[in-house]
């Protein structure tokens, strides 16, 4: 009996179906606004209304869906079993005045139903939520002089928002932050509360259930399987991040962006080779980073649009029919796009000219980086730099790359799972000095590892993760506990166990060793002599980088380094050894980098929408050409002066600065040696190389304040310019400005570097940049 309004509801579905499929859909539905569920019957009987059938189908499918979500709700209230009966009655008041008359009023009433069904779901689970985190109506109604109608129409909206089903279908709960988003997105009565003031805390309370993310993520496949876990694993902690970060930026106005985020590489067109490995222990790196950009994205509160298909893709841009042989025929209607390198040729083969047009909005999530040289098409043709993933003549910030190790590019990353204090203490007290596990999923990853294995088995338990089907793969030692593939919870039980993760070489720069140092490991790594580079390894062949990695993990070697992560040549057994006890007396505690918190890639990810733009054109800056000084305005004294207790100049307090982000005040000028990099340079003097100033470094004025002496000044288009060269006091400024490079290098030339501080824990950005 207590099931019987759910019995009858699906009486009444089940006798719809039954007649839409006997008359053969002679009536039409028409779709009012964007609620699924609002719609109008009207008796047309004519071939216009064919396909009707299948709309009213698709719409049956959903209400299902969520009259199972229902039925499953926990303790459903008093209120809601007598909403319940109240659509089941409904389905009794039917009187047979006629077959297309009785087919229009199953209809409205269906649609009725599902509204009310929908508003009680909405209802239930927005009360449960605000019961649970304690945020219900936290939101303040503003008094702006702008927006003179907002109060009056929140007041209006608490009286009677339930009398309208599609507030509930936009997410309005009943709460006051609901209200105001709703009026800011959707009916713009209020000011964009969901991008200023207490933004982020409405979202905590309104958004973080990520409903409207995951639903769009879709399913269907491993990899998309693995993402939507993730999302919800993380997003309690996304909601806490949001609530700092909204402190942090004391409530500062934030532009919402239109975005389009196309996964290109989990395209059935791509080939998506990572879904069926996400169960064979395949690499899980990109899709960590993809469910963690999603998911910043949508916590910020941009309006998102997410395709994992070229029709998607297609239907997202407007793109006409055909391969791209027609422009799009309206504006771009995104601000930004993200996408992979698979995406961007996507969207070359369909969008054609237009994507040369649009491609100031493209940001590119590219896992190794792609330096100047090789991103210049016609640089890296004319000067062996063209391979398989560059040329796109983009600027260089707009690949945004896992780890902070190219400068060139922009520090996207992804986030790894942050303990509190108690979860720390656990870790701390439960660890097991003599266990390591090791970081290899895959069995061809334990080839040829038995030396340095059987020593560390002298002193430790070891455990593998490795997959297999039937039989234990023969490359993993018989000393070896293995565990087979586990699920992301249990190895983080796991870890949490383990004193030593311990890494093979490859793969390179992934997620799991900060996962590990996050839950109190030691990380052991591989020294490379000399670095792997595509001059000298398969894997990194064809890559559009000349970069060399010192080790498995350079990041963890550089930014995190000692006591939590040892680098040491395996093929030394004695400094293997050595290594190995003194990890045995070494005692960490569970360390995660600020930048791969949520909340350092929630601001992260906020400076870069709010202050990158590579569609408005840099305004000029004096070149400081062969023959002519600086401009007049600026010719009162020296551009650049030096800064106390360094060798680095900065720029002169006198000289009014460019309005420029990163700000001109973080610009430290500094002077390479022959044949080191920009990058090496600034790392050197505990700075990082920034591509945005070269221009302010590319004229006579930088060489002057470096006290360099020019017999000859020329400008040509070259990676390694601006630089200067000693021996034959020749001086070079770059011709071309998609070919500053914080990378490039040349034995010889000197080069001007243009460097920068950065907040501390986060090197993406400078002190002066949020």
Same mark, same amino acid.
């Given at each position: 009996?207590?099931?019987?309004?759910?019995?009858?509801?699906?009486?009444?579905?089940?006798?719809?179906?039954?007649?839409?499929?006997?008359?053969?859909?002679?009536? /039409?539905?028409?779709?009012?606004?964007?609620?699924?569920?609002?719609?109008?019957?009207?008796v047309?009987?004519?071939?216009?209304?064919?396909?009707?059938?299948?709309?009213?189908?698709?719409?049956?499918?959903?209400?299902?869906?969520?009259?199972?979500?229902?039925?499953?709700?926990?303790?459903?209230?008093?209120?809601?079993?007598?909403?319940?009966?109240?659509?089941?009655?409904?389905?009794?008041?039917?009187?047979?005045?006629?077959?297309?008359?009785?087919?229009?009023?199953?209809?409205?009433?269906?649609?009725?139903?599902?509204?009310?069904?929908?508003?009680?779901?909405?209802?239930?689970? *927005?009360?449960?939520?605000?019961?649970?985190?304690?945020?219900?109506?936290?939101?303040?109604?503003?008094r702006?002089?702008?927006?003179?109608?907002?109060?009056?129409?929140?007041?209006?909206?608490r *009286?009677?928002?339930?009398?309208?089903?599609?507030?509930?279908?936009?997410?309005?709960?009943?709460?006051?932050?609901?209200?105001?988003?709703?009026?800011?997105?959707?009916?713009?009565?209020?000011?964009?509360?969901?991008?200023?003031?207490? /933004?982020?805390?409405?979202?905590? $309370?309104?958004?973080?259930?990520?409903?409207?993310?995951?639903?769009?993520?879709?399913?269907?496949?491993?990899?998309?399987?693995?993402?939507?876990?993730?999302?919800?694993?993380?997003?309690?902690?996304?909601g806490?991040?949001?609530?700092?970060?909204?402190?942090?930026?004391?409530?500062?106005?934030?532009?919402?962006?239109?975005?389009?985020?196309?996964?290109?590489?989990?395209?059935?067109?791509?080939?998506?080779?990572?879904?069926?490995?996400?169960?064979?222990?395949?690499?899980?790196?990109?899709?960590?980073?993809?469910?963690?950009?999603?998911?910043?994205?949508?916590?910020?509160?941009?309006?998102?649009?997410?395709? &994992?298909?070229?029709?998607?893709l !297609?239907?997202?841009?407007?793109?006409?029919?055909?391969?791209?042989?027609?422009?799009?025929?309206?504006p771009?209607?995104?601000?930004?796009?993200?996408?992979?390198?698979?995406?961007?040729?996507?969207m070359?083969?369909?969008?054609?000219?237009?994507?040369?047009?649009?491609?100031?909005?493209?940001?590119?999530?590219?896992?190794?980086?792609?330096?100047?040289?090789?991103?210049?098409?016609?640089? *890296?043709?004319?000067?062996?730099?063209?391979?398989?993933?560059?040329?796109?003549?983009?600027? $260089?910030?707009?690949?945004?790359?896992?780890?902070?190790?190219?400068?060139?590019?922009s520090?996207?990353?992804f986030? /790894?799972?942050?303990?509190?204090?108690?979860?720390?203490?656990?870790?701390?007290?439960?660890?097991v000095?003599?266990?390591?596990?090791?970081?290899?999923?895959?069995?061809? &990853?334990?080839?040829?590892?038995?030396?340095?294995?059987?020593?560390?088995?002298?002193?430790?338990?070891?455990?593998?993760?490795?997959?297999?089907?039937?039989?234990?793969?023969?490359?993993?030692p018989?000393?070896?506990?293995?565990?087979?593939?586990?699920?992301q919870?249990?190895?983080?039980q796991?870890?949490?166990?383990?004193?030593?993760?311990?890494?093979?070489?490859f793969?390179?720069e992934?997620?799991?060793?900060?996962?590990?140092?996050?839950?109190?490991c030691?990380?052991?790594?591989?020294?490379?002599?000399?670095? !792997?580079?595509?001059?000298?390894?398969?894997?990194?062949?064809?890559?559009?980088?000349?970069?060399?990695?010192?080790?498995? !993990?350079?990041?963890?070697?550089?930014?995190?380094?000692?006591?939590?992560? &040892?680098?040491?040549?395996?093929?030394?057994?004695?400094?293997?050894?050595?290594?190995?006890?003194?990890?045995?007396?070494?005692?960490?505690?569970?360390?995660?980098?600020?930048?791969?918190?949520?909340?350092?890639?929630?601001?992260?990810v906020?400076?870069?929408?709010?202050?990158?733009?590579?569609?408005?054109?840099?305004?000029?800056?004096?070149?400081?050409?062969?023959s002519?000084?600086?401009?007049?305005?600026?010719?009162?004294?020296?551009?650049?002066?030096?800064?106390?207790?360094?060798?680095?100049?900065?720029?002169?307090?006198?000289?009014?600065?460019?309005?420029?982000?990163?700000?001109?005040s973080?610009?430290?000028?500094?002077?390479?040696?022959?044949?080191?990099?920009?990058?090496?340079?600034?790392?050197?003097?505990?700075?990082?190389?920034?591509?945005?100033?070269?221009?302010?470094?590319?004229?006579?004025?930088?060489?002057?304040?470096?006290?360099?002496?020019?017999?000859?000044?020329?400008?040509?288009?070259?990676?390694?310019?601006?630089?200067?060269?000693?021996?034959?006091?020749?001086?070079?400024?770059?011709?071309?400005?998609?070919?500053?490079?914080?990378?490039?290098?040349?034995?010889?030339y000197?080069?001007?570097?243009?460097?920068?501080?950065?907040?501390?824990?986060?090197?993406?950005?400078?002190?002066?940049?949020?």
């Open positions: 009996l207590c099931f019987s309004p759910l019995l009858l509801i699906c009486i009444g579905f089940f006798s719809l179906c039954f007649l839409m499929t006997s008359l053969g859909g002679q009536f /039409s539905a028409k779709r009012l606004g964007d609620a699924p569920f609002t719609i109008r019957t009207e047309l009987g004519g071939v216009e209304s064919r396909g009707v059938l299948r709309k009213i189908t698709d719409m049956l499918e959903v209400i299902l869906k969520r009259m199972d979500s229902l039925s499953k709700l926990d303790n459903t209230s008093a209120a809601s079993t007598r909403r319940l009966d109240e659509l089941s009655s409904a389905i009794n008041r039917f009187q047979p005045v006629g077959l297309v008359e009785r087919i229009q009023a199953i209809a409205q009433n269906v649609s009725n139903m599902a509204n009310r069904v929908e508003q009680i779901l909405q209802s239930s689970m *927005a009360q449960g939520r605000a019961m649970r985190d304690g945020t219900s109506g936290q939101c303040e109604v503003p702006d002089p702008r927006y003179p109608d907002c109060p009056g129409k929140v007041d209006w909206m *009286a009677r928002w339930t009398s309208d089903p599609c507030y509930a279908f936009y997410g309005v709960d009943g709460s006051d932050c609901s209200f105001l988003i709703y009026l800011s997105e959707v009916e713009w009565f209020c000011p964009p509360l969901a991008w200023r003031n207490q /933004s982020l805390a409405c979202q905590a $309370a309104f958004r973080t259930d990520l409903s409207v993310l995951l639903e769009q993520v879709g399913g269907g496949k491993e990899s998309l399987s693995f993402m939507k876990q993730r999302m919800r694993r993380l997003a309690q902690q996304w806490s991040a949001a609530l700092r970060l909204d402190s942090t930026l004391q409530h500062r106005w934030r532009d919402q962006r239109k975005i389009l985020v196309h996964v290109g590489f989990l395209t059935e067109e791509s080939g998506d080779v990572f879904s069926p490995k996400v169960l064979k222990g395949g690499p899980l790196g990109e899709m960590v980073q993809w469910a963690d950009i999603l998911t910043a994205l949508h916590v910020l509160g941009h309006n998102l649009k997410i395709s &994992m298909s070229v029709k998607e !297609h239907g997202f841009l407007g793109v006409p029919p055909g391969r791209g042989s027609c422009p799009l025929t309206g771009l209607p995104f601000d930004l796009i993200y996408t992979d390198y698979h995406g961007l040729q996507q070359k083969q369909h969008m054609g000219l237009s994507l040369k047009k649009h491609k100031c909005h493209i940001r590119v999530i590219d896992t190794f980086g792609t330096e100047p040289a090789y991103n210049h098409e016609e640089y *890296a043709t004319l000067h062996g730099y063209r391979t398989n993933w560059g040329y796109w003549n983009l600027n $260089a910030r707009q690949y945004m790359t896992m780890f902070p190790h190219t400068p060139d590019n520090f996207m990353g986030v /790894s799972e942050e303990l509190n204090e108690t979860e720390k203490r656990n870790i701390q007290q439960n660890k000095n003599n266990m390591a596990v090791v970081y290899g999923k895959e069995a061809s &990853m334990w080839k040829g590892k038995e030396g340095f294995l059987q020593i560390l088995h002298r002193y430790m338990e070891v455990h593998g993760t490795v997959y297999y089907e039937t039989q234990r793969p023969p490359e993993v018989a000393f070896v506990k293995n565990h087979g593939l586990l699920p919870h249990e190895l983080q796991l870890l949490r166990k383990a004193k030593l993760f311990i890494g093979f070489g793969p390179y992934g997620p799991a060793p900060l996962e590990a140092i996050a839950n109190g030691i990380f052991l790594q591989p020294k490379f002599q000399p670095p !792997h580079s595509s001059l000298n390894h398969e894997f990194f062949r064809g890559k559009p980088t000349s970069r060399g990695v010192s080790s498995q !993990h350079p990041y963890a070697e550089q930014y995190i380094g000692r006591p939590h992560v &040892m680098t040491v040549d395996y093929n030394n057994s004695q400094e293997f050894d050595t290594a190995i006890r003194e990890i045995m007396r070494t005692k960490v505690e569970p360390y995660l980098p600020y930048e791969y918190t949520c909340e350092g890639m929630l601001e992260r906020h400076a870069y929408i709010q202050n990158q733009d590579f569609c408005v054109p840099e305004p000029p800056f004096p070149l400081g050409n062969l002519k000084p600086l401009a007049s305005s600026m010719s009162t004294g020296p551009l650049f002066v030096p800064l106390p207790n360094t060798t680095a100049l900065g720029w002169a307090a006198n000289v009014t600065p460019p309005p420029v982000w990163p700000p001109v973080s610009l430290r000028l500094l002077a390479s040696q022959e044949g080191q990099s920009c990058i090496e340079t600034c790392q050197s003097a505990r700075l990082v190389c920034e591509p945005a100033h070269f221009r302010f470094i590319n004229n006579k004025e930088a060489l002057r304040g470096l006290d360099v002496q020019c017999e000859a000044l020329d400008s040509e288009s070259n990676h390694v310019l601006p630089a200067f060269s000693v021996a034959r006091r020749e001086c070079s400024l770059q011709q071309d400005p998609l070919l500053f490079s914080c990378a490039g290098h040349s034995p010889r000197r080069r001007l570097c243009p460097c920068r501080d950065f907040r501390r824990g986060q090197v993406a950005l400078c002190r002066e940049c949020l």
